[in-house]
């Protein structure tokens, strides 16, 4: 089973490609230019260096959110053009799950955290082990007291992980003293390695999407939406 | 080699997703429009997160019923046309992104087409003999411009609005006035029993320092002016006269500049594009004004007027034509310029 993973949905641009328990190639940029302008020259180059058709690819995992909005979008939006021009199947793997994947050998606990802007980042707490990370509850936006709350709650070592990292490291660290730990640097990246990794096994497990059925998992509404919703609680009251 | 024939084009610039099959950059084979209006109705406007949100959930099946009305498999087709701006960003990448992927999925070349341009090539899908040199008016709610095609892909700007573009004005007047989204067409509409004569509204521009260009932002004020002049007297505003008087004020600037623009070019051709283009007075008025022996007017069935890709897929026909080619790091351009 040969597969495409992507993850666009942080700064990071990662394409992979490869089968189960063997990766063929990834690149993985970290620059300034948009995704729209790297995502689809780098597939060309991954599928090039592997010496790949792609009429040879048998599906496509594509990390489907949370993340940035845009991001998300520009992952899945390509993710679904490759599925609809090659006729191949495709499916989802949630970014924090792919992350968790990367701190998988972690004796505590791993805990993945994004960007999510308003000071928040969003999350989820994982038990590392041989089967794979396992999610501890549903991932959420969480601003920095939540986090340390739970994190607390748990009473475990935790491993952080995730580009929000930079952002909590000193108050995580100080509030949370001996029990936090941070992954490496390489590990942090949203790669689509990882991707990969947990799309093989899903894929094994429960098989693609139906078609056009993936949704994007983008844990918070629209702003305008939200909004919208708040003045009409407030209405309510 | 070969021209390419059958185009498949996108369009997700704004906030309708659509996506066509065109034959010869002439006959229309399918052009599925899928409107989001209903989603943004309880906005007052477009948001443009919830529009990106909407074009990513249908832009795929869009594409497979434009495929299956014109009858023609992903093998058939021998280019791919998107818009990439100008338009909103998070729009505009949806469509740039799959276009991208079907392009590289169906080793097909892939056009790049600038939407304002391609409003205009609505007109190539009419059957008229287009020639050039051509005038054009492009007249929507992102746009009010007078061009000068000199050849395919060779458009110079002319005339451009200072501040609101015409059809925007249309919307803002009719939620001023209660009468939903879009604002086109109900004001034609109930502008043709109105009295135009019924308020003065101001033209703007029309002296020799505005040369070609437009502005609306005056009408505008004094529209919304008189409604609340009205309102706070307590009288009810006869929608038929005030939609009359206002369409007029907007429709006089834009047919007399039109007119300017066709006595300083000598063309044969003036083509009329844009969502207001749809507008049955305009295009009455237009025709009166600049169609001579020499010049004729040309203006799109309604459908092809307001955003679709049809009208991108004919654009890019001449593009690919052209040998003008898009590589896989096209991006979406919000402002993209059309001289480029
Ligand atoms: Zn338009």
């Known amino acids: ?237 | 080699m070969p021209h390419p024939s059958i185009i498949l084009g996108l369009e997700t610039s704004c906030d309708d997703t659509s996506a066509a099959v065109v034959l010869d950059g002439r006959t229309v084979l399918s052009n599925i429009v899928s409107s989001q209006d209903n989603l943004h109705l309880r906005f007052g406007g477009i948001v443009p997160e919830i529009a990106s949100r909407r074009h990513l959930e249908i832009i795929n099946p869009v594409i497979d019923e434009a495929m299956a009305q014109a009858r023609v498999k992903f093998t058939d087709l021998e280019g791919i046309a998107v818009s990439h701006g100008p338009g909103l960003v998070g729009s505009l990448l949806v469509g740039v992104s799959v276009a991208k992927a079907l392009a590289f999925s169906l080793d097909l070349p892939l056009a790049g087409v600038n939407h304002i341009e391609g409003h205009l090539y609505a007109n190539f899908l009419t059957g008229e003999d287009i020639s050039f040199p051509l005038l054009g008016l492009v007249v929507s709610g992102g746009h009010t411009n007078i061009l000068y095609m000199e050849g395919h892909g060779r458009i110079r700007i002319l005339g451009r609005t200072r501040d609101d573009a015409a059809g925007e004005v249309f919307d803002k007047i009719a939620r001023a006035l209660d009468l939903g989204f879009p604002g086109g067409p109900v004001i034609d509409k109930l502008a043709r029993e109105g009295d135009p004569s019924s308020f003065a509204f101001p033209r703007a521009l029309m002296g020799p320092e505005g040369g070609l260009d437009f502005s609306f932002s005056g009408v505008k004020t004094a529209v919304l002016n008189s409604i609340y002049r009205e309102r706070q007297r307590g009288r009810e505003i006869d929608l038929h006269n005030i939609s009359s008087a206002f369409q007029a004020a907007v429709i006089d600037v834009l047919v007399e500049k039109s007119f300017l623009a066709a006595r300083q070019k000598n063309v044969k051709i003036f083509l009329l594009a844009g969502g207001v283009a749809a507008n049955s007075e305009l295009r009455a008025r237009l025709r009166q004004r600049v169609e001579t022996e020499e010049t004729k007017v040309i203006f799109p069935p309604p459908e092809l007027c307001t955003d679709n890709a049809a009208m991108v897929a004919a654009a890019g026909y001449y593009r690919l034509r052209r040998g003008n080619t898009a590589s896989y790091d096209l991006n979406a351009v919000p402002s993209l310029s059309l001289e480029g």
């Not at chain 1, 690819?57 to 909005?69: M, R």
């Not at chain 1, 792919?98 to 802007?117: H, Y």
């Not at chain 1, 580009?163 to 941070?182: I, N, V």
């Open chain 1, 1 to 237: 089973m040969l597969l495409l993973a992507i993850d666009t949905t942080t700064t990071v641009c990662s394409v992979a490609l490869g089968e189960k328990d063997k990766l063929w190639a990834e690149i993985t940029t970290n620059t300034k230019k948009t995704h729209s302008q790297r995502l689809m020259p780098a597939v060309q180059a991954l599928l090039r260096e592997a010496g790949v058709d792609k009429k040879q690819l048998q599906g496509i995992v594509v990390a489907h959110g949370p993340g940035s909005f845009t991001g998300i979008r520009i992952g899945m939006a390509t993710a679904q053009g490759l599925a609809q021009g090659l006729d191949i199947p495709m499916a989802g793997v949630m970014t924090l799950d792919a992350l968790a994947e990367g701190c998988a050998f972690a004796s505590g606990l791993i805990c993945p955290l994004l960007d999510a802007r308003r000071e928040q980042v969003y999350t989820c707490f994982y038990r590392g082990g041989t089967r794979g990370p396992q999610a501890m509850g549903p991932p959420e936006a969480l601003s920095l007291d939540e986090l340390i709350t739970k994190a607390k709650d748990f009473g475990d070592d935790v491993i952080f992980t995730g580009d929000a990292l930079g952002l909590f490291r000193k108050k995580l660290r100080a509030a949370l003293g001996t029990s936090y730990s941070e992954a490496p640097f390489a590990s942090r990246l949203n790669r689509a390695a990882l991707v990969l990794q947990k799309g093989h096994r899903d894929w094994e497990k429960v098989g693609p999407v139906p078609a056009y059925e993936l949704k994007p998992f983008y844990i918070r509404l629209p702003e305008a939406e939200r909004r919208l919703r708040e003045q009409r609680r407030g209405q309510k009251e």
